[in-house]
């Protein structure tokens, strides 16, 4: 079956940046939609960003000017360039995407954390 697969995360200084990516686990013809969630402990999960192929990104208030969505022209992988980091974006980071053939997935979670 294939899923998504994320990349990228650890640790970073405040003020630091950290490049998240995301793609399936086999090929698939593209993607569709895709987006990052995050959930910190004791809060509810978080859409940070979301984009569909052709159009334009769109951001949560509490990342906008700070992380930059992208998809790949061959739309078969996205891109979380987070700058600028605060401690308060220290959360588990998770892809979900929609594609072809009715593909829909999550990825397994990756921890960013922002500490001096």
């Known amino acids: 079956q294939v899923q998504l697969v994320e990349s990228g995360g650890g640790l970073r200084q405040p003020g630091g940046s950290m490049r998240l990516s995301c793609a399936p686990s086999a090929s698939i013809a593209s993607l569709s939609t895709m987006a990052w969630y995050r959930q910190a402990p004791g809060k509810q999960r978080e859409l940070v960003a979301s984009?569909?192929?052709?159009?334009?990104?769109v951001y949560a208030d509490s990342v906008k000017g700070r992380f930059t969505l992208s998809m790949g022209s061959a739309r078969n992988r996205v891109t979380l360039q987070m700058n600028t980091l605060k401690p308060e974006d220290t959360a588990v980071y998770s892809c979900y995407g929609t594609g072809t053939a009715a593909f829909r997935s999550w990825g397994q979670g990756t921890q960013v954390t922002v500490s001096s």
């Open positions: 984009i569909a192929s052709g159009g334009n990104p």
